[in-house]
Every structure is written in structure tokens, then in C-alpha cells.
């Protein structure tokens, strides 16, 4: 019946630390790092993936052989649906298209703005 | 690929029914990912488009949002612990662990309601504006997935207890396993993509 007789589970333990450190490495990129916005959206979108990727392999057991290629199959698929819905979805609304009303629009004219805000 | 694991299969996938819910449950994420996906889609459309309605930077605060990720990160945690007992076989750790995780979900579910009524009473509402409306339903679905994560696991509880570790409680409780480390897989997003950028924009 006791199939894994390890006593402690490092790899969940190891997970945890590692995600603790991570988000608040992301906190402190957004709030108190000097980086240029998009840099800032980049770096935390990036920790936020590597989270997920945590979640997935120390968690999930998602290399676990029980139910074959399955977990993997769907969360890759999944992700890629996620990805063009949002990135597909800003591309076709947002992008080269000037809003008038509202801060922070996702064209090129308001990012500017915001540089220039953030700079001051 | 595979780590140091002994040859036999862990107590959940050794019926072919256990091995089959487990393949599709992971189908079920693959279909909740495209609908957070479409969700993430609306909010990152909407954005900035708050109207008369007060600004997300105005209103998010990063004290109440990293204390409800801690929660949830640490809910995930010892969900982990849990099944991690389960398959050791042990009864007694199961319940302990799967009891702190729900109590660590019910304080992020009653922090969630404590922040979306301090908004409702700075004057963002569902019905305030398009940002506020895709803003509340992409963190409303994951709270309702977190309370309804609750109330499954409360039921698997009363089950565990009467039953003890079997074939179908410990593939029931591996797959609530599952959609509970999801959840927290979708808040990482929700905090970045949602209150991390809304603070930098």
C-alpha cells in the first residue's frame, strides 16, 4: 500500500520555497524595481510561467507514468489554446488602434505615455 | 523523465476506472485552461476602459493580494503534503493536511469577498465599467471554483472517514489534488497578469 515510503517530501517542499521566493520576486519587480514597464511585464509574466511549471512537475507529478501521456498532452494543448486566445484577442483589438478614453491601452501610443508618466 | 519511484503503480491508478477518471479529469483542465483563457482574453481587451469608474491602480493593494497568494500557495502545499500521505497510506495524515488546506481555502475565499466588497464600496462594481465587469468575472470564476474546491473537499472528508483509503477514495482525493494545485496555477496568472500588472500600468 505505501508505494512512496519516503518519510519527508522534499520535492514538495523544495516547490514551495521556490514558488514563496518567486512571487515575491515578482512583487518586488512590479513595485519597487526602476526596470522600464515592459521589461517589468515581461520578467513577471516569465516568473509567472515558471510558477505554473512548478505547480505542474513537483505538484501535479505530471511525469507520473499512471495515466500515460495524457497530463501532458492536455496541459501543452491547453496552454497553447490560452496563449493565442489572449495574445490572438490583444493582437486583433488592441494593438495599432488608438483609444481616446481610459489610461492604459495596450497600442504603442499609450505605452509611451505611460513610460513618460512612469518616468516622472 | 521518471525519478526514483518503486515499479508499482500508486494506489489510484491500479483499476482501469481509477486510470481512466485520472485521464479524464486531465481533460477537464485542458477545457478549464481555454475557459480562463478566454477570461484572461476579455480582461487584457478591457483594460483601461474603467470609466467613470476608479482606476485598478487606485484600488489594488499589494498588502491583501500577496497575503491571499501566500494563502493559496501554501493551500496547494499542503495539499501536496496530503496526497503525499495518502500514498503512504496513512488515514490520519490525509484528513489532518486536507483539513488545513481547506482552512487555508476559506480564508482566501473570505479575504477575496472582504476585497470585492471594499471595491464595491469605492464604486467598482460589476456594473460600473467594461474593465471592472471582465475584472470581477475573471476573479469571481476562480473564487467560485475555489468555494465549489470546498465543498468537494469537505465531502471527501466525511467519505475518508467513513471508508479509509481505498482504490476510489484515493483516486477521488488524487484528483481533487489536482484541481486544487490548478487553481493555484490560474490565481499565479490571475496575480500577475491581473493585480501585478494593473499596478505597474
Known amino acids: ?120 | 523523465m521518471s525519478t526514483e519511484e518503486s515499479n508499482a503503480k500508486p494506489l489510484e491508478y491500479q483499476t482501469e476506472q481509477g486510470e481512466m477518471s485520472i485521464i479524464g479529469f486531465w481533460v477537464f483542465l485542458a477545457a478549464e485552461i481555454a475557459l480562463f483563457g478566454t477570461l484572461f482574453a476579455t480582461y487584457a481587451v478591457l483594460f483601461g476602459r474603467t470609466a467613470d469608474a476608479p482606476a485598478p491602480a487606485e484600488l489594488f493593494e499589494p498588502g491583501t493580494v500577496l497575503i491571499m497568494t501566500f494563502i493559496l500557495l501554501t493551500s496547494s502545499f499542503t495539499c501536496g503534503i496530503a496526497i503525499h500521505e495518502m500514498r503512504r497510506g496513512s488515514v490520519k495524515g490525509v484528513m489532518t493536511w486536507l483539513i488545513i488546506t481547506l482552512a487555508l481555502g476559506l480564508s482566501f475565499i473570505s479575504l477575496e469577498i472582504y476585497e470585492f466588497i471594499h471595491y464595491a464600496h469605492e464604486g467598482a462594481t460589476l456594473q460600473s465599467s467594461a474593465f471592472w465587469s471582465a475584472f470581477f468575472v475573471l476573479a469571481g470564476t476562480h473564487g467560485v471554483h475555489v468555494s465549489l474546491g470546498i465543498g468537494w473537499a469537505i465531502l471527501l472528508l466525511i467519505q475518508t472517514a467513513q471508508r479509509g483509503i481505498t482504490p476510489i477514495t484515493s483516486r477521488k482525493i488524487f484528483i481533487f489534488g489536482l484541481y486544487w494545485h490548478f487553481l493555484d496555477v490560474v490565481w499565479i496568472f490571475i496575480f500577475t497578469g491581473v493585480y501585478l500588472i494593473g499596478m505597474v500600468l
Not at chain 1, 493582437?91 to 495596450?106: I, L, V
Open chain 1, 1 to 120: 500500500m505505501a508505494n512512496q515510503s519516503k518519510k519527508i517530501p522534499y520535492q514538495h517542499i523544495i516547490g514551495f520555497i521556490l514558488s514563496i521566493t518567486l512571487t515575491l520576486l515578482a512583487a518586488w519587480t512590479a513595485i519597487r524595481s526602476n526596470l522600464p514597464v515592459m521589461w517589468i511585464i515581461i520578467a513577471i509574466l516569465a516568473m509567472a510561467v515558471i510558477q505554473a511549471a512548478i505547480q505542474l512537475f513537483m505538484f501535479m507529478h505530471i511525469t507520473e507514468r499512471g495515466a500515460g501521456n495524457a497530463p501532458w498532452n492536455m496541459m501543452f494543448h491547453g496552454a497553447v489554446v490560452a496563449v493565442i486566445l489572449v495574445a490572438g484577442s490583444l493582437f486583433t483589438m488592441s494593438f495599432g488602434f488608438s483609444h481616446d478614453h481610459g489610461g492604459g491601452s495596450h497600442g504603442q501610443h499609450q505605452q509611451e505615455q505611460h513610460e513618460q508618466q512612469h518616468d516622472n
